[in-house]
């Protein structure tokens, strides 16, 4: 079975850091041969994209991040991270990995990010 787990979520300071990290596994070449993107919801919000990496690096940020998140894939470890720096309040978010191989979408379980100002 395809799967994508997210890690790294946990409790942010306004202004401080986080790095997540999604490990996709399950399928041969579902990392390799698939964009990887990271979502989020925030309680009563719509879910939104966040960053989106594409198999030859290319990358996509949604307004609000752009500039302080940052997304890499290592398809060696078949792992996908976002830097998120400059963190704000408003990101505070459950945080999901994401990929669609063979045209079929895998969701990871999501990670909580807190951010406190």
């Known amino acids: 079975q395809v799967q994508v787990m997210e890690f790294g979520g946990g409790l942010g300071q306004a202004g401080g850091s986080l790095r997540l990290t999604c490990v996709v596994s399950g399928s041969p070449g579902i990392f390799s041969f698939s964009p990887v993107s990271w979502y989020r919801q925030a309680p009563q919000k719509q879910r939104e994209l966040v960053a989106r990496?594409?198999?030859?690096?290319?990358?996509d940020y949604g307004n609000d991040v752009n500039g302080r998140f940052a997304i890499s894939r290592d398809n060696a470890k078949n792992t996908v991270y976002l830097q998120m720096d400059k963190l704000k309040p408003d990101d505070t978010a459950v945080y999901y990995c994401?990929?669609?191989?063979?045209?079929?979408?895998?969701w990871g379980q999501g990670t909580q990010v807190t951010v406190s100002s």
């Open positions: 990496i594409q198999m030859d690096g290319s990358v």
């Open positions: 994401y990929t669609i191989y063979q045209r079929t979408s895998y």
